[in-house]
DNA sequence: GTGAAAGCGCTAACAA
DNA sequence: TTGTTAGCGCTTTCAC
């Protein structure tokens, strides 16, 4: 059925051996030779069985992704820079979606484990004790988590909290919530580290409320209980809680920035879908699938190398600020200092 | 490096043969050998290399799927879809993202046309001839295309079209622009088509616009042209040109939908996204990846006979009525009476 | 019920 | 520069 290398060799009267040197080590074949070999190969349509190479290099130019939800904006968004990353050395994308389920997430690494060179995991939830035990398998690299040994491509979540911390704390802002997303996030961790870390130099106190879905809905449920506590700023775990939350303190009645200010974190335009333009922190998602493809690549080509560490890779998050973040009102701050 | 079938014999102390049948083809191994085989395998952690396997028996369990741009929330959704239904049927997918361009399209199937049992085709743009081209490289199936003789799962965008228009003039639109997508959209053909059907029986008539990228962008840039046409109500080739035409209007004073009424297209709750819902008509994206994956199974399966026609799936899709579309105000009708 | 051997499409020595 | 051969990991006749 498939039109084969002995086909192509049938065809320019050669060997096997020379239409596969014509493919993958051109100049050791006569000029001739090679261009006759070439322009049958066309006409037959032959394009070379990759697996079947992989076979017996070792190498089968597929990389494996593992995203948690390929429908989440943010991920997709990484999925892009992987498959863009990819395409540009050759490569071919092995792709799987863990459902958000970190059981799915180590079973399918061992499913595809044998196609590909390596596997991206991206911002993978499951348990260190399981990641562990899928070292050793394949090659890997993580994006947004950082376990001991492994390479991994990071984002700076911490300095990106740091940074809208700052930019509200310079507003006036002095109390301020911050909603978590899912508790397995590393991203989301990492941003209460830094959280943490400015809220005393800011002279911010920060409500830490949570987790919540990183969903719209997620937001909307989070937003009664931030304005609860009588803060006069939300940090949403990314924009569509943001979302989420302007939502519902538009129909509660809350005028935003003048009684809230709302960031979230994003990486797409996003903001740009809303009707309402959002203040983000922004996380370069798409940025770090590719990073995360040529880190698994540089990685491989060390191989040989015993002691190449393996690497981390930190990419900066920048503030974005737009019209939902602006000084509390009087009133609004009078409310925060009374705790409400 | 990797565990083999070898190492599997060697540590069950039978064949390869029988290690091979304890796995596909377990009943014909002596139950007490299967068990041994199957324990020694799990405590090596082998995993058969399903490309070997492809080798020899010309099924490599994986599926091709390509989209245009994996960041569109549309294909992700697609994307999603076919992971899923991929995943359930035990099969993983190859993914290749097109980058919008008709070239790599047809590039991209090439290049795992080995790799895979078949591939689907989501919202192909590219040419008719290059899609002739392909078929007979690799099983195809396509998603939102109508290609003569192909198998493909289509969603009924002339109805939705038509769906639209109805409610529109029910409630009492009488002139009503269309703001095209992509040229190469056959989903943005069908629209026309319904559109064009429908107008003479709704008595409406109806502004084609376009084409415009399918993006925030295009939707501004749309609207000041529809307005300029004197239309009561807009249909935007997706939700994301609706939200850009939303925006635009907002930014130039028009009311909606007192002064214009909005409808967009989606599959993803995009609506909840944003602070003003859409009314729309909902594309079944995820379902069409799912039914797409099983088409494919199923002429695989049927590949043996001969007259097995390919098949066309059709998907219904529906319109979801929400606060953008009511009926135009006195002077909006009298304005587009006048053709402005 | 099990093993030995051939071969899937390809590359990598080794000869010529 | 080119051809011959072995073998990658697996399944599948065909014997036993």
């Excluded at 740091?162 to 508790?183: F, I, K, N, S």
């Excluded at 920035?257 to 009707?275: A, C, L, Q």
Aim: glycine share 8%.
């Amino acid at each position: 059925m498939a039109v084969t290398i002995h086909d192509v060799a049938k065809g320019a009267d050669v060997s096997v051996s020379t239409v596969s040197r014509a493919f993958t080590m051109p100049d050791m074949v006569n000029a001739a030779t090679r261009r006759k070999v070439l322009q049958v190969a066309e006409e037959l349509g032959y394009q070379p069985n990759r697996a079947a190479r992989g076979l017996v290099t070792g190498k089968t130019g597929n990389i494996g992704v593992v995203v948690p939800d390929v429908a989440n904006p943010f991920f997709s968004a990484m999925l892009k820079g992987c498959t863009a990353r990819a395409r540009e050395v050759r490569h071919v994308v092995f792709l799987a979606d863990a459902a958000e389920d970190p059981r799915v997430e180590a079973e399918v690494v061992g499913a595809m484990a044998k196609q590909v060179d390596g596997v991206v995991l991206c911002s993978p939830r499951m348990h260190p004790d399981h990641l562990a035990r899928l070292v050793g398998t394949t090659p890997l690299v993580l994006i947004n988590r950082d376990e001991a040994g492994l390479p991994a491509v990071l984002m700076d979540s911490a300095d990106g909290a740091r940074q809208a911390l700052e930019h509200l704390a310079a507003l006036g802002h002095r109390r301020v919530a911050h909603l978590a997303g899912p508790a397995a996030s590393w991203a989301g961790e990492q941003r209460l580290v830094g959280l943490r870390a400015a809220a005393p130099v800011c002279e911010v106190e920060t409500i830490e409320l949570g987790p919540f879905p990183p969903t719209f809905q997620g937001g909307v449920q989070a937003a009664d209980l931030a304005l609860a506590r009588g803060v006069t700023a939300i940090l949403a775990f990314n924009d569509l809680m943001a979302v989420g939350v302007l939502n519902r303190l538009a129909a509660r009645g809350v005028a935003v920035p003048s009684d809230v200010s709302v960031v979230g974190y994003d990486d797409i335009e996003m903001s740009s879908m809303t009707t309402v333009p959002l203040t983000t922190v922004r996380m370069p998602m798409e940025a770090g699938g590719r990073a995360a493809v040529d880190l698994l690549l540089d990685n491989l080509d060390a191989g040989a190398d015993p002691d190449a560490t393996p690497t981390r890779r930190w990419l900066p998050t920048q503030l974005i600020v737009r019209s939902t973040t602006a000084p509390p009102s009087q009133d609004a701050a009078a409310r925060a200092l009374a705790g409400r």
